[in-house]
């Protein structure tokens, strides 16, 4: 894994980090992932597959071309 970029690790509390380990980076980063994940998904916007691979889905797919936010959708 890249090292954490530099603006994350020296503004932690900006970024609501617990800390500026490697750890508490990568746990951020995750919980990020996550969250805009799930949102997605529950918004119609994408699925998810065996817990690691999103599929896009039509309304996902109709925000991106005309650079629409899900939460219009």
């Not at 529950?42 to 899900?70: E, H, Q, R, T, W």
Request: charged content about 15%; some cysteine; hydrophobic content about 35%.
């Amino acid at each position: 894994m890249a090292p954490p970029s530099r603006p994350l690790s020296l503004w932690c509390s900006c970024y609501n980090l617990q800390g500026a380990s490697q750890r508490h980076i990568q746990d951020h980063l995750s919980e990020l992932v996550e969250n805009a994940s799930s949102d997605l998904e529950s918004s119609k916007c994408v699925s998810i597959n065996d817990d690691f691979y999103l599929s896009p889905l039509n309304l996902g797919l109709i925000a991106s071309y005309y650079y629409i936010s899900y939460t219009t959708i």
